[in-house]
């Protein structure tokens, strides 16, 4: 797992390694070095470097003195005379580079840097970095705009100049990347909000060489979770099972209006791996889930008039759900009050229990204040799940705005620090997930935009419900099979975008393609533990 740190346990991480004995102008000849030497792989033959006034642009004239050096018609643009950049460290490395054989351009005019981006066949972006904030002012403005109309290849120093390193979110202009090498570890914001979209492919220069030691010293914000981080997780499925022990899930969802969502779910529990699933839904709906999953049982439990859990469906759930390793209770169940009581039946049993969708819905409706200030309601023996989105986690959290992966992870450690459990999770679902536990948060590889299609998160609830009673002798772990579990999703979208073509995919594609992407998951997971690259790629 690889830290992502906020700009604030950056800054930390700095101080620690210069109390080692690695100083700050050490670092910024480092990453200069880092960013030249991937500059360089790419073969230009003349480059342009944007500098700003700090030390992002610091970075960005060592890599200009690095890059001449070694031969490539070096340009670099510059608010002010390097004599007058006000930071010491990068005023230093702007007039050692500006005495060297590099052309220095002051304050250009808009046409002048149009025909400087023209020119070069490489642009480094080393205008502003984690020390940006608020409006962005000229002529960084004018410089990014022309630079992304004109559509140049750019390698963004530490953060796309333009996006908040700590929120991901961008301004007016935003520098679009082909590639970002972030510096030390990456930063939370390259994850969030349009942090991905601008970032381009993301490489990260570790710098210092005793990293691993000391970055343990600082908090993270978050870990990114690689396939290669769940090969521990991943077993193959023993010979002496029998298709209750090897993992059973019982799927409390669907009402008249939405069957499709319990048959999703259901279906998806069972690709993922669950060798007994059996769906309870009204009985307004089961013969139709019964007539789409020949393979899968249905319970039918007593409707109410509109075709969702009438006012008996609590007991006679409760009574079958601690048969079964993992419930998973939500999908497309709406929120009458039948359901309202199911929802408080099983969070009072001790059933290991995944609520998704409605019954986020229901518990949302059930707690006035927002459900951080009523833990009560989800305080219980067995494990919880909790999978919404943002607008689910908003309503779960009283109104309060939930936008971004940032403020997806505040709103979840709210509710889980306020239950004070480490028998729960929150898997806060967006363009970029976050798998939120009490006392860590994991990032799995995102999936395609393909994945945001109606039923999508059925599928994954699904998922999540296979992979967790799969692994019900692990239950210390869920984090770890949580993320496994929304990487398999990220992957299904992969592999049904490569089929479907990324704009056609639907949710039932998706089930379809949870074998391929669960192997997929595997191979990238084994061939990197054995050295030999991550060859299977997502789909490609
Ligand atoms: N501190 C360190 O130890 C290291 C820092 N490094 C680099 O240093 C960067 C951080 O450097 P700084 O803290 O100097 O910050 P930056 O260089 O990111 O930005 C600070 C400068 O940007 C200007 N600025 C801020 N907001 C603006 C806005 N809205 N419009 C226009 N201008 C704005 C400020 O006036 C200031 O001069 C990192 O991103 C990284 O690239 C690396 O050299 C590695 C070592
Ligand atoms: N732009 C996107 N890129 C990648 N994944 C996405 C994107 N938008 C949504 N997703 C994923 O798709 C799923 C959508 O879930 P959800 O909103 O619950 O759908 P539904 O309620 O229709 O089933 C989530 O797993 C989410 O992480
Ligand atoms: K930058």
Not at 37 to 56: D, H, Q, T, W
Not at 125 to 143: K, Q, V, Y
Not at 348 to 353: F, N, Q, T, W, Y
Not at 449 to 464: E, K, W
């Amino acid at each position: 797992m690889k830290p992502v740190l906020s700009t604030e346990e950056v800054r930390r991480l700095e101080d620690l390694i210069e109390k080692e004995g690695t100083s700050k102008a050490e670092l910024m000849e480092l990453a200069g070095e880092f960013v030249a030497s991937l500059a360089e792989a790419r073969s230009p033959k003349s480059v342009l470097v944007l500098c700003g006034f700090g030390n992002n642009g610091g970075d960005g004239w060592v890599a200009a003195d690095i890059l001449s050096q070694k031969g490539s018609d070096v340009h670099v643009v510059t608010p002010v005379d390097p004599d007058e950049i006000p930071s010491a460290l990068a005023r230093h490395v702007a007039r050692r580079t500006a005495g060297r054989d590099v052309a220095v351009h002051v304050g250009p005019s808009r046409d002048e840097l149009v025909e400087l981006i023209e020119q070069s066949d490489l642009v480094i972006d080393a205008i502003l970095g984690t020390g940006f904030h608020g409006e962005l002012r000229p002529p960084f403005n004018i410089w990014i705009s022309a630079l992304n109309e004109i559509g140049a290849s750019v390698i963004s120093v530490d953060v796309p100049s333009g996006l908040d390193s700590e929120t991901g979110e961008r301004a007016e202009a935003c520098v679009r990347a082909d590639l970002t090498a972030t510096m030390l570890a990456p930063k939370i914001g390259l994850y969030s909000g349009d942090g991905p979209e601008f970032a381009g492919e993301l490489v990260c220069g570790e710098l210092y060489d005793n990293l691993d030691e000391v970055i343990g010293e600082v908090d993270h914000a978050a870990e990114f979770v690689d396939p290669v981080d769940m090969a521990d997780f991943i077993e193959p499925l023993p010979g002496n099972i029998d298709k209750y022990s090897r993992g059973s899930v019982l799927v409390v969802a669907g009402s008249a209006m939405y069957p499709g969502a319990a048959m999703m779910a259901a279906k998806s529990a069972a690709r993922a791996g669950a060798g007994y699933v059996t769906v309870a839904a009204p009985d307004s709906c089961a013969n139709l889930i019964r007539l789409a999953l020949p393979s899968i049982p249905v319970v039918a439990i007593p409707s109410d008039s509109r075709g969702s859990f009438g006012a008996a469906a609590r007991s006679v759930i409760c009574e079958i759900a601690p048969k079964y390793d993992v419930v998973l209770c939500g999908p497309g169940m709406t929120t009458a009050s039948g359901c309202m009581q199911v929802v408080s039946g099983l969070l009072e049993s001790d059933v290991p229990l995944i609520l998704d969708a409605d019954a986020l819905n229901c518990l949302g409706r059930g707690s006035i204040d927002g459900i951080d200030k009523t833990p009560e309601l989800l305080r219980r023996n067995g494990a919880l799940i909790l999978t919404p989105h943002h607008r689910e986690l908003s309503r779960l959290v009283a109104g309060d705005p939930v936008h971004d992966l940032r403020s997806a992870i505040e709103a979840s450690q709210r509710i889980l620090w306020a239950c004070g459990s480490d028998n729960m999770l929150v898997i806060a679902k967006g363009p970029t997930t976050a798998v939120v536990g009490v006392d860590k948060v994991l990032i799995p590889t995102a999936g395609p935009a393909s994945l945001a299609t109606a039923g999508s998160g059925d599928v994954l609830s699904g998922i999540i419900a296979g992979i967790v009673a799969t692994a019900h002798a692990r239950s210390d772990a869920w984090p770890e099979f949580g993320a496994y579990a929304v990487t398999v999703h990220s992957y299904t979208g992969f592999a049904a975008a490569a089929e479907m073509g990324e704009r056609s995919v639907i949710a039932t594609d998706l089930i379809d393609v949870i074998g391929q992407a669960l192997q997929l998951v595997e191979d990238e997971a084994m061939h990197a533990l054995t050295g030999l690259g991550a060859a299977a790629s997502k789909g490609e």
